[in-house]
Structures are given as structure tokens and as C-alpha cells.
């Protein structure tokens, strides 16, 4: 894990999650996802406030031209695939390679730019958004974790490539957009399982102790009912209070 860290919108939102459920103090299991803000976070919030980040995010640029390179680099089949979704879609092609172009060579970690990037790959409209709440998902796209500088991060440049991927096999626009959600829901969990496993037991000199609450917070497992609703059903085996903020 890196250093422990307090941004102050993301402390007050946990903090009034914990103060919400009556749990101020408690150790706990943190998933914040903000799509306003940039310090998107699974990690461990000690009683004091201090959180101590496990997962972040990939900074990905805000260029479009620079994503779609970054997409087909990512391995030796990548830029195959970028080459054959480049083919059938050139028209999101384009308008991804247009998004941002005047813009600097800057970089972001936040989950508000890697959604718009997926939106902008699937070319979806708001009559497609709307549709997507309600269709079922049911596809995995992918959710994956790379070590970086002693950094662990998820890498949104596969879950792009991995959308590129089911629409080049005509996967439906409105379902890829709600297993995303779902795909990203299971992921967190399954982050924070792993997280609570790894702890040493409490008594250990120089370790803050096991959490006993876990924590999501952030506008977007606020706002997303698909994300919220599949994260809540993958952490209901934890056997920890699971607490979000209030609806």
C-alpha cells in the first residue's frame, strides 16, 4: 500500500457515510468512486481519518488520439484489435480521435473521463443511456489491476479494449453500458474481499487493526443504481456492516 492520504471531499463524504450509520471512528474497507473528482480509492480509512489507499486509478489521457494509442498498446494483439474496431466503427472512431484535441498532454485518474471515454467507444446517446438502466447485463468486461511504481491501479485501458472487443462481435450498445456498471460493481467487491482477507489480525505491532465497517461513498456509488445495487450484492458475504449513503 502507499502512503496514507486525506483529500477533503473525499474524507467528508466518508465521514458522513460512518456518521449516517452511527459507525464515526470505525475502522473501515473504503470504496470511494467519484465521477466530479479525480481521487477515486479502495483502501483502509483508520479511526482517526487517515486512508491508506490499496487500489487507485490509471491516469489515462484526455486526448482521445493519445487513449486510442494507448488502447493498441497495451500488448501484442492490441493494436490488431484497435485496427479492426478503427474499421467497423469509423465513425466512432473519429469522434473519439476528435474528443479533446485542442486540449494539452494531460493525463487524469478519474472514473468521470474513463466513463465518458466508454460512451464515446459505444457511442452512446441519452436514449441509449436511458435504455441502459433498464436492460440486463450479463457480460464481464474487463476489470483489471496493474502494478505500477509500487502503485496498484486499475487499468481502464483494458476495459476499453474489452468494449472495442464486444462491439466488433455486435455485442448490443445498451447492454455493454449496463454490464460496465456491473462489471465495475463485482470488481469492487471483490477488491474489498480480497482486502479484508489480507489482513493480519489485530494485535499486530504497527498495524491499525481489521476494519469492522466497510464503507461506499462517492457521487457515483451514490447516483448509480446498477453499480450500487451489484456492489451491495457482492459484499453481502463479507459479514461486515456494509454501509452507502443515504438514497
Known sequence: MTTPTTEPDQDREITAVLQHHG???????????????????????????????????LALPMRGADLLDEVGGIDENAPRLVANYRKAFPDATERL???????????????????????????????????????????KVDTIVIERDGRYLFDGRRLLRSLMSYR?????????????????????????????????????????????????AGDLLTGNQILRGRTRTGLARSRLPVLFPAE
Open 97 to 139: 480521435i476528435a474528443f479533446g484535441a485542442d486540449l494539452d498532454d494531460v493525463e487524469t485518474p478519474a472514473i468521470g473521463w474513463l466513463l465518458l471515454a466508454c460512451g464515446l467507444v459505444l457511442s452512446l446517446d441519452e436514449a441509449d443511456l436511458s435504455a441502459a438502466r433498464h436492460t440486463g447485463g450479463g457480460l
Open 168 to 216: 466488433i462481435a455486435d455485442a448490443p450498445t445498451t447492454l455493454l453500458a449496463n454490464s460496465v456498471f456491473e462489471s465495475v460493481g463485482d470488481f469492487v467487491a471483490d477488491a474489498i474481499g480480497r482486502l479484508l482477507r489480507d489482513q493480519p489480525a489485530d494485535g499486530v505491532p504497527g498495524v491499525p487493526g481489521v476494519p469492522n465497517v466497510i464503507v461506499c
Open 23 to 57: 459507525k464515526a471512528g470505525a475502522r473501515a474497507a473504503v470504496a470511494h468512486l467519484s465521477v466530479l473528482g479525480t481521487n477515486s480509492v479502495i483502501g483502509l480509512r483508520d479511526p482517526d481519518g487517515h486512508l491508506t489507499p490499496a487500489i487507485e486509478f
